[in-house]
């Protein structure tokens, strides 16, 4: 029997009357009062560990790209790039098939480290798995030189763990203990679904553990590599070799595939001291084990139906909290889109993204600049000089809306309706021989980071420019249908978000054209950093999750960077708000003024529900805090917010001390 499809839900709204909870005191809990009724009346779906309005319209997008993906795989004339996804995607959809070759996709990579006698054969394997995209290790890469931001160079720096973060394998809490019991257990139960045998795959989960342990120690934590300076570490072969005795880097980046190069960045210099140090330390047999690991576990959710449900059973319901797998429809259209974005982009774009978005958003992006610009003038903490900087930089800020000028060529990529790894593989390869290609060649700035399709933005700090996906620029973000009020706090609080993070304790580091340096004055950084450690104190204050485990605050270091962009972006759309609307900020729409409006559409965005698992991960490795805070953690700072809502001094939302940077 074929069971029905499920049909494409209703694009999501912007402002929602019923999203809100009217019995709450918007001055006492903004989020409860915005966002109350929407969170009762969705319960977190089985397939979601975290689900919010953002998310919906996540979802909803992944029902567009559904649509077009089964029309390019169906028979029938289409075009190459149709061809392409059409089939990675039919790939990807034949589970029958996945099924059916069980282990095999991979069986090359287990031969091939069954084979393995010395360390050197150990590495020259691992820059084999890193030119696959598999990544053992440590990371290699290309990118902007960080004192030089139109040329890029190589960069290699600390990696290879599996779990997401450092922490996990150090703290000695009694869950961070329990993570590592039920990783081992992990480990065991996918090596025996391998092929390894009990005793085996038993002793080998261990090692592994001990292995990536010593990993995590010589790795730098999230909190300390936001700070450009950790990272900046340029050197020539010659002072690497000296570094790192143990590994032959020549013949490494050789293997890679790269050309020959003088100079390269090298993120986190004791790591590979050390990582040369356990190459020819730690015995073969164990490294053996770890790279058997990197592979079964980098591609188990490509593997058979087994080799799925393991690695959800761990890494979703586990860590995350997640209920059930996502269908498989969902994962294979957030698959196709995280290997061919560029050639699922112009078909997304064509049929989805409509020219009027790009035409507002230019007018708004504008607006908010130059919001940010008289923001910069009216600081009374910051000298003349650096004021003119920091307009300079402002005035350097490219704006790139939508989709890319110039698409990515993917003709050399064949895909095959029949064989998913390959297909997968075909795509790191394009990717990494790119990258490789960048390497001593000028910087294109007209490159995205992320796909058209992606429900996201981004600001790049060598590049000084700010990145809206085609994907963010619909409800609840924006719509043409609704009022200006309703945009400005939702899409225009994300330009303004992403124009602040120029400015954060991270990007003002980097200068107008990119590079890290320093162009503020003694003075003023220190300024900066007196208001700077206000956000991050009142956000350690934060409870992300309470439960029998304690209680998990959030990092006010690492969610600072985003905290600040978050205040910034706020006040600045708000200005450019008024600008724009002048003396209509008081007429009324279903019973809300202006400001009032705006404070809603942007808590609105953010209404969401949250496993205690997901939401304890979080904490741990995300630098942006959950929509709770994102909400009344920065209205309470906002000084037009007790205006638009009558609170007084006392009540939670309005505090004794504001803390404020832009
Ligand atoms: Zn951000």
Same mark, same amino acid.
């Given at each position: ?11 999501? =709204? ?97 031969? /091939? ?5 010395? #360390? ?99 790795? !730098? ?16 072969? /010659? ?142 903490? !910051? ?96 719509? #043409?249908?609704?009022?200006?009020? =309703?945009?400005?706090?939702?899409? @225009? ?8 993070? @120029? ?71 708000? !200005? ?13 729409? /279903? ?31 995300? #630098?942006?805090?959950? @929509? ?35």
């Amino acid at each position: 029997m074929l069971l029905a499809q499920s049909s494409t839900p209703p694009a999501p =709204v912007s402002f929602d009357l019923s999203a809100m909870d009217r019995s709450a005191d918007p001055c006492h809990d903004f989020y409860q009062y915005a966002c109350g009724g929407w969170r009762s009346s969705h319960s977190l779906p089985a397939d979601k560990s975290r689900f919010g309005r953002f998310d919906e319209l996540r979802e909803y997008n992944s029902y567009l790209l559904r649509s077009l993906l089964e029309d390019a795989s169906k028979p029938g004339q289409h075009s190459e790039l149709e061809h392409k996804v059409g089939n990675f995607y039919s790939a990807c959809m034949d589970e029958k098939t996945v099924d059916a070759r069980g282990l095999q996709p991979i069986q090359k990579w287990l031969d /091939e480290i069954a084979t393995l006698q010395k #360390p050197q054969q150990v590495l020259d394997l691992g820059a084999r798995m890193q030119a696959s995209g598999l990544r053992p290790f440590f990371g290699f890469g290309v990118g902007p030189d960080l004192h030089n931001s139109t040329r890029n160079i190589a960069g290699i720096d600390q990696g290879g763990l599996t779990l997401s973060d450092r922490d996990y394998y150090i703290k000695q809490d009694a869950k961070s203990v329990e993570v590592r019991e039920r990783y081992v257990e992990h480990i065991r139960k996918m090596l025996v679904l391998a092929g390894l045998n009990q005793e085996q795959a038993a002793a080998d989960a261990k090692t592994i553990l001990a292995l990536e342990t010593k990993l995590a120690e010589a790795s !730098m934590d999230r909190t300390m590599r936001r700070d450009p300076k950790n990272l900046d570490h340029k050197m020539t072969l /010659e002072q690497l070799a000296a570094q790192a005795p143990g590994i032959d880097f020549p013949r490494y980046f050789k293997l890679v595939g790269a050309q020959s190069f003088d100079e390269l960045n090298v993120g986190n210099p004791e790591f590979f001291q050390k990582l040369g140090g356990l190459v020819v330390g730690v015995p073969v047999a164990d490294w053996k084990a770890y790279l058997r690991w990197r592979v079964i576990k980098s591609s188990a959710p490509l593997l058979s139906k087994p080799f799925v449900d393991e690695n959800f059973d761990f890494s979703g319901r586990y860590l995350s909290g997640q209920k059930e797998l996502e269908a498989r429809w969902k994962r294979c259209t957030a698959l196709t889109d995280q290997n061919l974005g560029e050639a699922l982009g112009p078909l997304y774009v064509e049929k989805f993204f409509p020219k009027e978005a790009k035409e507002r958003m230019d007018v708004l992006v504008g607006s908010i600049e130059s919001a940010l610009g008289k923001d910069i003038e009216s600081l009374d903490w !910051m000298s003349p000089k650096t004021k003119e900087a920091a307009k300079d930089k402002l005035g350097k800020v490219a704006n790139k809306i939508g989709y890319p000028k110039k698409w990515k060529d993917y003709s050399s990529v064949e895909t095959r309706s029949d064989d998913l790894v390959g297909n997968v593989l075909a795509a790191r390869v394009f990717e990494h021989k790119r990258d490789l290609a960048k390497i001593g060649k000028p910087v294109d700035r007209s490159e995205w980071e992320m796909t058209p399709p992606t429900v996201n933005a981004y600001y790049d700090p060598s590049e000084n420019n700010i990145n809206f996906p085609a994907g963010i620029l619909q409800p609840p973000f924006f719509s #043409p249908k609704v009022d200006e009020a =309703v945009n400005y706090g939702g899409i @225009g609080v994300v330009i303004g978000h992403e124009l602040t993070h @120029g400015f954060d304790d991270q990007g003002r580091k980097f200068d107008g054209d990119g590079n890290f340096t320093n162009w503020w004055g003694a003075d003023d950084s220190h300024q900066f950093e007196q208001r700077a450690a206000c956000l991050s104190n009142e956000y350690s204050g934060f409870i992300a999750v309470k439960d029998e485990k304690g209680e998990v605050h959030l990092k006010g270091d690492l969610t600072l960077g985003e905290n600040t962009a978050d205040n910034g972006g706020l006040k600045l759309a708000f !200005m450019a708000m008024q600008q724009q609307l002048g003396d209509k900020m008081d007429a009324q729409i /279903e019973g809300f003024t202006a400001a009032q409006r705006f404070f809603l559409g942007f808590a609105q965005v953010w209404c969401e529900n949250i496993t205690p698992q997901r939401a304890r991960e979080l904490a741990l490795i995300d #630098p942006h805090s959950p @929509g709770k805070y994102r909400v009344n953690g920065t209205v309470t700072n906002s000084p037009e917010f007790p205006k638009a809502f009558g609170c007084k001094r006392g009540d939670a939302m309005v505090p004794q001390k504001a803390c404020q940077i832009w």
